[in-house]
């Protein structure tokens, strides 16, 4: 059985959409046991008798504008998300899935979880759409602006095992985001992050990527430090939005445009399917002793359900030992 911690009150809407996409991965999902943490008060109009549903009461938890994780972590340690952090600590639980406050998340993930002993840095990991639906991995969406060289290196081989444990890809490429695709562009850490990529036998480097080719590059890993993945980040779903507003403009301009759409309903549904990050899921936090899935804050019922659904596959496909043996083996190649 797979034991998932939920956070009930994190997200802009929460418990609502938590609490719906919980019940529908227990529906889902026969070998998921979930433990909810939160309000019961806020959470019990939504909630539904379920033998795999274990409910843990508490009042507390954190708002989305939080600004001083730190120190709400020290003053109170019975929010939600803190307490679904801390039984993934004492091992109640395989995974986290939280649409709570990222930077928050992090926090509570370094205190609580702690990091792996091969780790030295925590980068944000979503599942970013792509043309051809398969969805890439991109590292760091945020996390850390500081990087070293060999900090990406460590997160090319950590998002390696993960695309090809879960997302299935056969030798997985990694591209590392620049502002150029020629050998020796960018900065001093992306010189540097390319030539150790380049030379390390256990990763299958694409190059470097311009951020033009994001949505269609055939690489299944985009690397870069948290500032440059951040803006990647969220110029796609800036534009992803912005097109989809320009294209329902267009459509309501005219009679025959409003004719066109009713006979392209599906294709239509298919586009925008095509650009929706909830459709694959959260962002792992890569560098964790153990599996914390950061959801949008903005997740209605499915994505949440979709952000179980992936800490359920990074479970089954036991990451956190793949990576492990890779790394160990690494340092003492590198001896």
């Given at each position: 059985m797979i034991?998932?911690?939920?956070?009930?009150?994190?997200?802009?809407f929460a418990p609502e959409p938590i609490v719906k996409g919980t019940l529908a991965a227990?529906?889902?999902?026969?070998?998921?046991?979930?433990?909810?943490?939160g309000d019961e008060e806020k959470m019990k109009p939504y909630l539904k008798n379920h033998p795999r549903l274990k409910v843990v009461h508490t009042p507390f938890y954190l708002s989305m504008g939080e600004k001083d994780p730190i120190k709400q972590y020290r003053t109170n340690k019975e929010m939600s998300m803190f307490k679904a952090l801390k039984a993934l600590k004492d091992q109640e639980v395989d995974a986290v899935v939280s649409a709570g406050p990222t930077q928050a998340l992090v926090v509570g993930g370094h205190f609580i979880v702690r990091r792996m002993p091969s780790m030295k840095r925590v980068a944000i990991a979503p599942i970013i759409p792509s043309y051809d639906r398969r969805g890439r991995i991109l590292l760091d969406s945020g996390a850390n602006v500081d990087f070293k060289a060999e900090h990406l290196r460590d997160f090319a081989v950590y998002a390696s095992i993960v695309a090809e444990k879960v997302l299935k890809r056969e030798n997985p490429t990694v591209a590392l985001v620049n502002i150029g695709t020629e050998e020796g562009k960018g900065r001093e850490l992306d010189?540097?992050?390319?030539?150790?990529?380049?030379?390390?036998?256990?990763?299958?480097?694409?190059?470097?990527?311009?951020?033009?080719?994001?949505?269609?590059?055939?690489?299944?890993v985009l690397l870069s430090d948290g500032f440059t993945?951040?803006?990647?980040?969220?110029?796609?779903?800036?534009?992803?939005?912005?097109?989809?507003?320009v294209l329902k403009r267009e459509i309501k301009a005219t009679f025959l445009g409003k004719i066109g759409?009713?006979?392209?309903?599906?294709?239509?549904?298919?586009?925008?399917?095509?650009?929706d990050a909830s459709e694959v899921g959260g962002a792992l936090l890569m560098g964790l002793n153990g599996?914390?899935?950061?959801?949008?804050?903005?997740?209605?019922?499915?994505?949440?359900?979709?952000?179980i659904r992936q800490a359920k596959e990074m479970v089954e496909a036991e990451v956190i030992k793949k990576v492990t043996e890779a790394l160990e083996k690494k340092e003492v190649e590198t001896k």
């Open positions: 034991r998932i911690a939920v956070d009930g009150m994190g997200g802009d227990l529906d889902k999902f026969d070998q998921v046991e979930i433990t909810l943490f010189v540097e992050t390319f030539n150790l990529l380049k030379n390390d036998e256990h990763i299958n480097f694409y190059g470097n990527l311009e951020p033009k080719e994001v949505f269609t590059t055939e690489a299944d993945g951040n803006i990647v980040m969220k110029t796609m779903e800036g534009t992803a939005k912005g097109l989809g507003m759409a009713l006979l392209m309903k599906k294709s239509l549904n298919n586009f925008k399917k095509s650009l599996i914390v899935i950061k959801a949008h804050g903005s997740s209605n019922d499915y994505a949440f359900f979709n952000g």
